[in-house]
């Protein structure tokens, strides 16, 4: 696995969550 790819995972984790601890509907 590279480095990329694992600092891909976690910024893609990172909007996950953000986006469903924020959901456009509530704003």
């Known amino acids: 696995i590279s480095v990329s790819s694992v600092l891909f ?3 893609d ?5 953000l986006y ?3 959901p ?3 704003k």
């Open 20 to 22: 469903h601890a924020n």
């Open 9 to 11: 995972y976690e910024y």
């Open 24 to 26: 456009i509907s509530q």
């Open 13 to 17: 984790q990172q909007v996950f969550a």
